[in-house]
């Protein structure tokens, strides 16, 4: 089974981008599981799905709040590999994530520094996918969207600036995800 993931900020067209990839693979006869990893987080369980007209994001947090993020993340990489097993099992060709655990590193990693602290290489605990793909979006065209994020600009600048630092170290094919979602699509099925 091959895991595709595709990151970026808020407002990027991550989901766009995911559900078109996910109906190409699907018509073209592939068996496809659809991954969010935040949607999976043990910390989400008994909150229902994660939305971001419903749950404002978070952009503080204090020392307790992110050793707990930490602990549920190495908790979700646990469960992950669990899941991976049984889908291989059920005979899934594809695995493809909307937000990968390496978004959830960028965001205990933001709320880190936020706070004055360092936060360890989690990186390293999380399995490697296939291919990943990170959609780079300015944030002012992110926040000119009809539909744009509720952050602040500044916080997706600042997290704009810790997904560029590590592009090369997670081995990211690198869409310029500001022009049209079909062009960005042709272009991801390249990869495919």
Same mark, same amino acid.
């Given at each position: 089974m091959k895991i595709i993931t595709i990151s970026g900020l808020d407002g990027? !067209?991550?989901?766009? @981008? #995911?559900? /078109?990839?996910?109906?190409? /693979?699907?018509?073209? !006869?592939k068996k496809v599981f659809y991954f969010h990893a935040v949607q999976f987080s043990i910390g989400q369980l008994?909150? !229902?799905?994660?939305?971001?007209?419903?749950?404002?994001?978070?952009?503080k947090a204090n020392w307790? @709040? #992110?050793? /707990?993020?930490?602990?549920?993340l190495a908790i979700d990489l646990w469960r992950f590999k669990k899941l991976i097993k049984? /889908?291989? $099992?059920? !005979?899934? &060709?594809?695995l493809i994530?909307?937000?990968y655990f390496y978004d959830s590193v960028i965001n205990i990693k933001y709320l880190s520094t936020q706070e004055g602290h360092g936060v360890s290489n989690w990186t390293l605990r999380v399995q490697k996918p296939n291919l990943s793909i990170y959609l780079d979006v300015d944030p002012e065209i992110i926040m000119s969207r009809?539909? $744009?994020p509720d952050q602040r600009i500044e916080y997706l600048k600042n997290k704009k600036e810790l997904y &560029?630092?590590?592009i090369q170290q997670w081995n990211w094919k690198v869409i310029d995800g500001n022009r049209d979602k079909n062009v #960005?699509?042709?272009?991801i099925k390249s990869y495919v």
């Open positions: 990027s !067209g991550k989901s766009t @981008q #995911i559900e /078109l990839l996910k109906n190409y /693979l699907e018509t073209n !006869g008994g909150k !229902g799905t994660v939305s971001t007209a419903s749950n404002k994001s978070v952009e307790f @709040q #992110i050793e /707990l993020r930490k602990l549920a049984k /889908l291989e $099992k059920e !005979g899934y &060709d594809y994530s909307d937000r009809e539909r $744009k &560029d630092k590590k #960005i699509f042709e272009e």
